[in-house]
């Protein structure tokens, strides 16, 4: 039996995980023949990559506006109060997202970031008028946690995860 180096493994699971990026609903086969590996080394691979959780999921990318909602961000600053335990729960359970189902917004992500500011939360929602009660229920929910919430509507998408909007021509009308 052939000995792989650990840097062959590498190279071979990121020429794996480009592919996912592009299509992660991409048969075996077709990753195998893309990657230049057999079928079975491919799914070993994949399988490791779902085991060590450097693949924590798989997500279509779904078009808002066809789905009459619009995406938002959210860019969120907290002030220098130190969190209470049951601030941390909320944050890192999945409460806001009952919050927002009932208001009629969906997270799509959530980050926690190094700079001005804190969290940026990514969310769709049918108007402006749900994203900004949503901004208002974080603020009702965290008193004296958040100093400062910037929300921004997303025009269009010219690329998401990996992946290049294939209406992007319609960028013109923006522009």
């Not at 729960?89 to 189902?101: A, F, P, Q, Y």
């Not at 965290?142 to 690329?159: A, D, N, R, S």
Request: glycine share 4%.
């Amino acid at each position: 039996m052939v000995k792989v180096s650990k840097e062959q493994i590498n190279k071979d699971e990121k020429k794996i995980l480009a592919e996912l990026q592009k299509d992660a609903q991409e048969s075996i086969d077709v990753l195998a023949k893309r990657c230049g590996f057999s079928r079975q080394k491919v799914w070993r691979i994949v399988k490791r990559l779902e085991k060590n959780r450097m693949i924590w999921g798989y997500s279509a990318i779904i078009d808002e506006k066809k789905n009459d909602m619009n995406h938002y961000t959210l860019l969120i600053k907290r002030t220098t109060k130190k969190l209470d335990e049951k601030t941390v729960d909320i944050i890192t359970s999945r409460k806001l997202e009952d919050i927002v189902g009932s208001i009629g917004a969906t997270i799509e992500s959530s980050y926690y970031v190094n700079g001005e500011y804190d969290w940026v939360v990514t969310l769709t929602a049918r108007n402006i008028v749900q994203a900004k009660k949503f901004c208002e229920s974080l603020l009702a929910l965290h008193p004296g946690v958040i100093e400062k919430i910037v929300l921004l509507e997303t025009l269009f998408v010219v690329k998401n995860h990996y992946v290049l909007n294939p209406e992007s021509k319609k960028l013109r009308e923006f522009l």
